[in-house]
């Protein structure tokens, strides 16, 4: 890999690891925040390729768990963070490389996609494992919930009516910032900085 790229993935991979300090609470999830830190990972990808976005999530994550560890112990958190990162990155960001602009429907595409993937790893996966790690059953858990979520039912509810809004949250945000600086960064993508 060019030396400079590395140095980009350090400074972005830093930069993430800030952001991901700085949680914004979301009234309606109490239990759930938004940050920042995926949005050099994105811009990243656009500019250079999705691995290089990848790459910089992962680095954050790391980094994160090494400093700060995890409430579960495993780092099923910053997992969970990598994935889902990961996964709307790499799908913005490739059909981005196709056709070198945004297109909309790649980005609902995209969107999609995210979705999809998201919601079936915290049904299937991330919250099961997050939850015997924490020594609750299923039915512990979604009564934990329903103290700030009363519509919240069962557990196929709660991917329902909290993960999925969450992360349609998380991904127009993400998304349109990340769309934002790329647009205005994209003329530093010159042989002294970017071109391998």
Known sequence: MHVR???LIG???ALS??????????????T?????????????SVLISPA??????FIKNCLHYINFGSYVGLPMGQLANFLSGSILIYSVS???????????????VSGIVFLIFISL????????VIMKLMGVTVDQYVFNVREYAPFVKNFKSLILLIIIPFNLI??????????????????LKNKFILES
Do not use: C, M, Q, W
Request: glycine share 2%.
């Open 11 to 13: 400074v972005f991979s």
């Open 17 to 30: 690891l800030l952001l991901y300090l700085v949680k914004i609470p979301f009234p309606l999830f109490p």
């Open 5 to 7: 790229k590395v140095i």
């Open 121 to 128: 790893l915290n049904y299937t996966f991330i919250l099961p």
């Open 52 to 57: 290089t976005g990848i790459s910089v999530i």
């Open 170 to 187: 998380k991904l127009i945000l993400t998304v349109s910032i990340g769309i934002f600086v790329s647009e205005r960064l994209k003329s």
């Open 32 to 44: 759930l925040s938004y940050d920042l830190s995926d949005i050099p990972a994105f811009v990243l």
């Open 94 to 108: 490739k059909f981005y490389h196709r056709s070198r602009r945004f297109k909309i429907s790649h980005l609902i």
